[in-house]
């Protein structure tokens, strides 16, 4: 088997090829091919991975023919990673902007991210920005890559690191492809029960108008709901002040219109969000298929391209029903980033702790908090997450004596972070350097237990988790400190999960099993009945997997809680 080789679309459907060596330089003649598909077709059993600019710009068509390839490498994707790496994110990531750099050209900018298409697949199949890159420039800039990659802190971690997220990117293209089961009539009918019908004109549902009403009858004048600086006056007129009109804030007033607002607030991010208009833009043929961002954050979580696939609301749930004869297989990963702080940390304490399929807060709390979970869940969770002050400074230092290594760990990385230095996950995906904006607390992916303010807004929809986002100056040290303090589990832990997805992937290629959705910590796989058991356990392999393969040989479990279900909602 040939290892490696680099296929570039051509002309006319084509397709531009070439074996490659160990130093990443053509090991043979460039081949000019007539069909892209049948050039893959064809060498299939011989190459290990392909090269390729972009998964986005290749694989789509691949799949529409029916080809599934096994590994790749993907230019682009390794480009922002290595960008990161070297201090520089924010630079332009195309092959463009990286071929121009090897050759002290101006660097062309990125273009701007495309839109996504509601209810087409067009837009995939779309000629990309960049394709002006000749065959020679992208194998140019791919062996510059590889001498990078040896440059880095840890190369192996590294080269692992950009393997894991192509095959990320093999996955998220696999799950467009297959699409989340849809019943459009359940969709339909959860809509009618909570929102009511609906009034010509497209207004708002009758539910909505009535619950509008009810807040305008508890102000004595007509107050628009949908309106958070109306809603601020109207209660600034009642001698109530408030600073938002976020639901943990209402709920502590005592206001006969309180109630009314916050269903209404529910309701309406509903109608707004996942309402007929959504339906009816993204769900075709009985499945959803948004468009997933591998690496979409700088932590390395995953992001969507509209649809909102990251935020389906609990309720609406109810309609991702599997095919008759198939079966939803829902995987969450318990307790995720703590176990992944035990293993990056390797505090000996904390990997015992996470060295069991148990409740890990239980067993942290018998060796350290007299049998109490709640204070140590509390007490991990703000080391984590940067609560440092009151009950939390008390709990932390509780934990400090028992874990020294672990909270070592993470006030290692909110002191680098404070300082304006560069935090690195244990793999190698790189923050920032000093860049970023603050996030509300209930955006920045911060628990309700540790914030008063949650990641969501009563409708079970939850929150991506906030990110510093490359280009924005940050003045706020402490709060840089703070997000690198959780950067460097969160983003550790999304690194696991990409090996757990390639992993979950190789080990269902031979099953007509389909991976149909991922969010941080949670798989969905849509199976044949008779499949589930099998699907079930390459889950739980996959994960332990993962973690032996991103982490080493460590006493850390990372064990999943599953549920085999018909549909979605069934699972929670």
Not at 279 to 284: I, N, S
Not at 411 to 432: F, Q
Not at 481 to 500: E, H, I, K, P
Not at 517 to 534: L, T
Request: glycine share 10%; aromatic share 8%.
């Amino acid at each position: 088997m040939t290892e490696r080789w680099a296929l570039a679309p051509a002309e006319g459907g084509g397709a531009l090829l070439v074996p490659l060596g160990a130093d990443g330089r053509p090991a043979g003649p460039v081949a000019r091919e007539p069909d892209l598909v049948a050039a893959v077709r064809t060498r299939l059993p011989e190459v290990g991975r392909w090269v390729w600019r972009s998964t986005a710009e290749v694989y789509p068509r691949l799949l529409a023919a029916g080809v599934r390839v096994e590994r790749c490498y993907d230019i682009e994707a390794a480009e922002l990673l290595l960008l990161g790496h070297e201090g520089r994110l924010g630079e332009p990531r195309s092959a463009a902007a990286a071929w121009a750099r090897l050759r002290n050209g101006p660097v062309p900018p990125d273009p701007p991210p495309r839109s996504a298409e509601p209810g087409s697949q067009s837009s995939l199949f779309e000629p990309h920005a960049g394709a002006e890159v000749p065959f020679e420039g992208l194998l140019d800039v791919y062996a510059e890559q590889q001498r990078r990659h040896m440059a880095a802190e840890h190369p192996g971690r590294m080269r692992l690191l950009t393997a894991s997220e192509s095959a990320g990117m093999l996955v998220a293209a696999e799950m467009h492809r297959a699409g989340l089961p849809w019943r459009a009539d359940v969709h339909r009918e959860v809509l009618g029960d909570l929102l009511g019908e609906r009034y010509a004109g497209g207004g708002e549902p009758r539910r909505l108008a009535e619950l509008a009403d009810e807040v305008s009858a508890a102000f004595g004048r007509r107050v628009r709901p949908d309106l958070p600086a109306d809603v601020v006056r109207a209660f600034g007129q009642a001698g109530i002040k408030l600073k938002s009109t976020r639901r943990w804030e209402l709920a502590e007033i005592d206001h006969p219109a309180v109630e009314p607002l916050i269903e209404y607030k529910k309701l309406y991010r509903i109608w707004t969000a996942h309402g007929w208009s959504w339906l009816q833009d993204w769900v075709r043929d009985g499945r959803f298929r948004p468009e997933y961002l591998p690496g979409g954050t700088v932590s390395g979580r995953w992001t969507t391209n509209g649809g909102g696939a990251l935020q389906i609301p609990k309720v609406i749930r109810r309609a991702v029903v599997a095919d008759e004869g198939w079966r939803l297989v829902v995987a969450d990963a318990d307790q995720m980033e703590p176990r992944v702080l035990a293993a990056i940390s390797r505090d000996p304490g904390l990997m015992e702790v996470a060295g069991h399929d148990g409740d890990l807060y239980t067993a942290l709390s018998a060796r350290a908090f007299s049998g109490d979970r709640a204070h140590a869940k509390l007490a991990l969770l703000g080391a984590i997450y940067g609560q440092t002050s009151g009950d939390g400074l008390k709990n932390l230092a509780a934990l400090r004596r028992r874990f020294p290594l672990a909270v070592a760990y993470v006030d290692d990385a909110a002191r680098a972070g404070e300082e304006g230095r560069l935090v690195r996950t244990w793999l190698g995906r790189t923050s920032p350097r000093a860049a970023g904006t603050e996030e509300d607390d209930d955006e920045a992916g911060i628990p309700q237990e540790i914030s008063p303010a949650p990641g969501t807004d009563g409708d079970g929809s939850a929150s991506s988790g906030g990110e510093f986002t490359p280009g924005y100056a940050s003045s706020n040290g402490r709060a840089r400190g703070r997000f690198t303090r959780n950067f460097v589990v969160q983003g550790s832990a999304a690194d696991w999960a990409l090996l757990m997805l390639a992993a979950l992937r190789r080990a269902t290629a031979g099953m007509r099993a389909e991976l149909v959705f991922f969010q941080h910590d949670e798989v969905i796989v849509h199976c044949p009945e008779k499949e589930a058991g099998e699907v079930a356990e390459a889950i739980r392999a996959a994960g332990e997997l993962a973690g032996r393969i991103a982490f080493g040989e460590t006493p850390v479990r990372f064990p999943f809680t599953t549920a085999t279900v018909e549909r979605y909602s069934d699972a929670k």
